[in-house]
């Protein structure tokens, strides 16, 4: 996989956020635009040239929300111009606010895939992003053929949960947990295995760190 940041920043300021770290020792390394912006919401338009390797998945906006409500119409607009014309490499979207979505419905095509990072159905005080029900309802209700569902960090959920992934009806689900020692609120690791398996008779499930809880 290949990652592509033509979209920097994000103002959800999880409390588990890796690429905010991140963007400090790229800034202190030099590297733009995280020396200019830090992680704050940028557009570095020089990488809408960026190359990829044919067939490859190539992981959009991995150190921001591209999908933000702060980010300008037009900077999405002008990312998705290039992927549309990509048509040999699998775009991979990831957002928490994926009500954004049904705005660039249009422009969507079939080397999309449209990810939202839902961690529980339960309201835990994590993030500032849109609560996981919002995120659940934009997703059901997006009509498209290549949804994905990412379940990381895993954070402890209802049974509910497995009915939301149903209904959304994704292509790919993945699940891990925290990779960073953040003391999150997360399930055990048994009832981590028996979502697992109610999911996979939804999609495919892609496993990340699976371990058991800190707590454990
Ligand atoms: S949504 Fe992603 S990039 Fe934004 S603060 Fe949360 S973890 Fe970081």
Redesign the pocket.
Known sequence: MTTWNPVTG?L???V?????RYSRTLAKMGIEPYKTHDFKPAFAEWRLRQRFPKHDVVFVSS???MWGDWVPKEWIERVLHVARAKRDSIFFFLT?NPKRYHEFKHMFSSNMLLGA?IETNRSYKV?Y?PPPKERFEAMRDLDWKYKVVVIEPILDFDFEFVEWIREICPERIRIGYDNYGNRLPEPPLAKTMILKEELNRIAEVELGAIRKAWYE
């Open positions: 994000c959800h300021s999880c588990y956020c890796w690429a905010r150190m921001g929300d928490k990072t993030t992003a």
